[in-house]
């Protein structure tokens, strides 16, 4: 990675602008993700970022499995996890400070706990340390973006480094905006910023402390009408309180330092803490009308905001760079249509809504003001305080798409779920997370077969040229012994896989490289599969592209000689 800053950046002579793939604008965590995702693939990419050193307050807090996974994607998991809380509960008090209902989020099936807990700079770094293992990548601070024009199969950038520095172009394939609620891009693409409307003011205040509360160990959504709060210990010795901002008080005298120490009092000394941050935050829930704009894509809070009361923000736009960035490597190599990425905003916004609605619902279960509602809510999570569907946090949507880029067919009721992910045995004895051995790209994975002896030579090279892995898949001690040269044979474990196939059905299941499953046939229809990939993805159309540039970089040859 070359790291430039303001008084390094834009500095070409020529007037010819600078080429690359993909221009990412915003290095916050989800631009970052979407750089280690490129690089990951090979794909050219310069970031831009108006701010010249990252920004070092904590905004996040909490994440899940699934996001989790996308960073065992990205070959980051096992340095982001010392970093991690992963053993906190949630609750939510009454109004009058009572625990009502507990949640202890079972886990496993995506191979980590379901809820995990960070400070923000930590995740970061591991972020910012990732890109830097990538000489392909490019990342420039200081820089802000000015203009964007598209014209043919590229779009040119317009950029100035620092408030003096002169405007250069940079021209890409594709530009992906992660530039946040305020989204340049966005602006620049005259996108809408609309749907819900919903506004609500929080005091935020974030402090390090000598040691963590001994008495605050979980997650807390406190339900006092009086005024609703949520307090959170973050790894370490970071700890975060929120509190909302009543109608008629002033926000910024509301957020001085002097109301902070109030605030905070009833759980720790003021004098015995650093307060870090104090600032009134508006939360909102907001979409804009398009994701995609030609060669533009929007990701995370550019493309969605949302409420933090389930800590679903950031993730949101985690699983975002997951879904757009093999896309977006696939078209650049040719390997798929362009056509692939509207795909990107089929699948991901109906998963953003439900994301909205659940931090809306619970948003308004701690918001609460008027004491007799209190009473009832309180009354309702008294009653349902031991049901497993909120003990285990089973009412998080998981993530499965309803059509997109896979077969959607009814009848093969797998596709579009995120395929599980257990511990699997490897035929050396070792024991190892099912994704290790699957790799970053597309997976075809069989129950108790190897899916290649079912597979004709035309889907064969597909799959082939594709790099995806061969695995089977069979129940401890029932590992086969006999498979191609190619196929990896394992045992699952923790029977999460095996439970996949007896409730979807399928001999077979094509796995896209985001976990995503494409396809899940009887090894009789695996062609039909193959074909299916060529219809959704363009492998038709892709091959053609593949051609036709070859001849056109030719000619250029030609005409250069």
Same mark, same amino acid.
């Given at each position: 990675?070359?790291?430039?800053?303001?008084?390094?950046?834009?500095?070409?002579?020529?007037?010819?602008?600078?080429?690359?793939?993909?221009?990412?604008?915003?290095?916050?965590?989800?631009?970052?993700?979407?750089?280690?995702?490129?690089?990951?693939?090979?794909?050219?990419?310069?970031?831009?970022?108006?701010?010249?050193?990252?920004?070092?307050?904590?905004?996040?807090?909490?994440?899940?499995?699934?996001?989790?996974?996308?960073?065992?994607?990205?070959?980051?998991?096992?340095? /982001?996890?010392?970093? &991690?809380?992963?053993?906190? $509960?949630? #609750? *939510?008090?009454?109004?009058?400070?009572? +625990?009502? =209902? %507990?949640?202890?989020?079972?886990?496993?099936?995506?191979?980590?706990?379901?809820?995990?807990?960070?400070?923000?700079?930590?995740?970061?770094?591991?972020?910012?340390?990732?890109?830097?293992?990538?000489?392909?990548?490019?990342?420039?601070?200081?820089?802000?973006?000015?203009?964007?024009?598209?014209?043919?199969?590229?779009?040119?950038?317009?950029?100035?480094?620092?408030?003096?520095?002169?405007?250069?172009?940079?021209?890409?394939?594709?530009?992906?905006?992660?530039?946040?609620?305020?989204?340049?891009?966005?602006?620049?693409?005259?996108?809408?910023?609309?749907?819900?409307?919903?506004?609500?003011?929080?005091?935020?205040?974030?402090?390090? /402390?000598?040691?963590? &509360?001994?008495?605050?160990? $979980?997650? #807390? *959504?406190?339900?006092?009408?009086?005024? +609703?709060? =949520? %307090?959170?210990?973050?790894?370490?010795?970071?700890?975060?309180?929120?509190?909302?901002?009543?109608?008629?008080?002033?926000?910024?005298?509301?957020?001085?330092?002097?109301?902070?120490?109030?605030?905070?009092?009833?759980?720790?000394?003021?004098?015995?803490?650093?307060?870090?941050?104090?600032?009134?935050?508006?939360?909102?829930?907001?979409?804009?009308?398009?994701?995609?704009?030609?060669?533009?894509?929007?990701?995370?809070?550019?493309?969605?905001?949302?409420?933090?009361?389930?800590?679903?923000?950031?993730?949101?736009?985690?699983?975002?760079?997951?879904?757009?960035?093999?896309?977006?490597?696939?078209?650049?190599?040719?390997?798929?249509?362009?056509?692939?990425?509207?795909?990107?905003?089929?699948?991901?916004?109906?998963?953003?809504?439900?994301?909205?609605?659940?931090?809306?619902?619970?948003?308004?279960?701690?918001?609460?003001?008027?004491?007799?509602?209190?009473?009832?809510?309180?009354?309702?999570?008294?009653?349902?305080?031991?049901?497993?569907?909120?003990?285990?946090?089973?009412?998080?949507?998981?993530?499965?798409?309803?059509?997109?880029?896979?077969?959607?067919?009814?009848?093969?009721?797998?596709?579009?779920?995120?395929?599980?992910?257990?511990?699997?045995?490897?035929?050396?004895?070792?024991?190892?997370?099912?994704?290790?051995?699957?790799?970053?790209?597309?997976?075809?994975?069989?129950?108790?077969?190897?899916?290649?002896?079912?597979?004709?030579?035309?889907?064969?090279?597909?799959?082939?040229?594709?790099?995806?892995?061969?695995?089977?898949?069979?129940?401890?001690?029932?590992?086969?012994?006999?498979?191609?040269?190619?196929?990896?044979?394992?045992?699952?474990?923790?029977?999460?896989?095996?439970?996949?196939?007896?409730?979807?059905?399928?001999?077979?299941?094509?796995?896209?490289?985001?976990?995503?499953?494409?396809?899940?046939?009887?090894?009789?229809?695996?062609?039909?599969?193959?074909?299916?990939?060529?219809?959704?993805?363009?492998?038709?159309?892709?091959?053609?592209?593949?051609?036709?540039?070859?001849?056109?970089?030719?000619?250029?040859?030609?005409?250069?000689?």
């Amino acid at each position: 990675m070359k790291v430039q800053t303001e008084s390094t950046a834009g500095t070409r002579t020529d007037g010819d602008p600078e080429n690359t793939d993909v221009v990412i604008v915003g290095y916050g965590p989800v631009g970052a993700m979407v750089a280690n995702l490129l690089g990951q693939a090979g794909v050219r990419t310069i970031v831009l970022e108006r701010d010249v050193e990252p920004y070092t307050m904590p905004r996040a807090g909490a994440t899940d499995d699934e996001v989790l996974r996308v960073f065992q994607a990205a070959g980051l998991v096992d340095q /982001l996890l010392p970093l &991690l809380d992963l053993g906190q $509960s949630t #609750q *939510f008090l009454s109004m009058h400070g009572d +625990p009502l =209902v %507990t949640m202890h989020p079972s886990g496993g099936r995506n191979g980590f706990p379901q809820l995990a807990f960070f400070y923000q700079p930590d995740l970061e770094r591991v972020l910012y340390e990732g890109v830097a293992r990538y000489p392909h990548i490019t990342v420039r601070m200081g820089v802000r973006v000015e203009g964007i024009h598209e014209e043919g199969e590229g779009v040119t950038v317009w950029a100035r480094a620092g408030d003096r520095g002169r405007q250069t172009a940079i021209r890409a394939r594709y530009v992906v905006a992660c530039d946040g609620g305020r989204s340049t891009v966005r602006n620049l693409r005259s996108i809408e910023f609309t749907g819900s409307t919903y506004a609500q003011p929080w005091l935020v205040v974030d402090a390090e /402390l000598e040691a963590p &509360l001994t008495d605050v160990t $979980s997650f #807390q *959504f406190i339900g006092n009408p009086d005024r +609703p709060a =949520v %307090t959170l210990p973050l790894p370490g010795t970071h700890h975060r309180w929120e509190f909302m901002v009543l109608p008629g008080e002033d926000h910024a005298e509301l957020a001085t330092l002097e109301n902070a120490r109030r605030l905070i009092s009833p759980w720790v000394d003021p004098d015995r803490i650093t307060i870090l941050r104090h600032i009134v935050y508006t939360f909102h829930a907001r979409t804009a009308t398009q994701w995609r704009s030609g060669r533009v894509l929007l990701a995370g809070d550019a493309a969605h905001l949302m409420p933090p009361f389930a800590g679903q923000g950031l993730s949101s736009g985690l699983r975002d760079a997951h879904n757009l960035a093999w896309k977006l490597a696939a078209v650049i190599a040719d390997d798929a249509d362009p056509s692939l990425l509207d795909s990107y905003e089929r699948e991901r916004r109906p998963h953003v809504t439900r994301m909205t609605r659940l931090t809306r619902f619970s948003g308004a279960m701690v918001q609460t003001r008027r004491r007799r509602v209190a009473v009832v809510r309180d009354a309702m999570l008294t009653k349902v305080a031991h049901l497993p569907y909120f003990t285990e946090g089973r009412f998080k949507p998981d993530l499965r798409y309803s059509s997109g880029a896979f077969d959607s067919s009814r009848r093969r009721a797998g596709a579009g779920h995120t395929f599980p992910q257990p511990t699997v045995r490897t035929p050396e004895g070792r024991l190892r997370p099912l994704d290790d051995l699957i790799g970053s790209g597309w997976a075809v994975l069989g129950r108790d077969l190897d899916p290649q002896v079912h597979l004709r030579p035309e889907s064969q090279a597909l799959w082939t040229s594709l790099g995806a892995s061969f695995l089977s898949i069979s129940r401890p001690g029932h590992r086969r012994t006999r498979c191609e040269a190619d196929t990896v044979a394992v045992e699952d474990i923790d029977g999460y896989a095996l439970d996949f196939f007896d409730r979807h059905g399928g001999d077979v299941a094509i796995v896209r490289p985001d976990r995503i499953v494409f396809a899940m046939p009887e090894t009789s229809d695996l062609d039909h599969i193959a074909g299916l990939y060529r219809s959704l993805v363009g492998g038709d159309v892709a091959a053609a592209n593949r051609a036709a540039r070859s001849i056109r970089t030719a000619q250029k040859e030609v005409g250069r000689a």
